[in-house]
């Protein structure tokens, strides 16, 4: 699983999506967000937020 489609599963959890449409949608400028995302992440956070 690559850094951007872990991200865009937990974002679309949370029924945000990467350059979207609606108003709470986050438009994607730097690609190295994805990485950043899941390096503050904790293992226990991103197993409970993709699988739990």
Known sequence: ???????EALL???GI???GTAP???AM???RFYDRVLCNLSKSDFDT???G
């Open 24 to 26: 709470g949608d986050l």
């Open 17 to 19: 999506q990467l350059n």
């Open 12 to 14: 679309k959890r949370a």
């Open 29 to 31: 400028h730097d690609e």
């Open 1 to 7: 699983m690559t850094s951007k489609v872990a991200v």
């Open 49 to 51: 937020s993709i699988f």
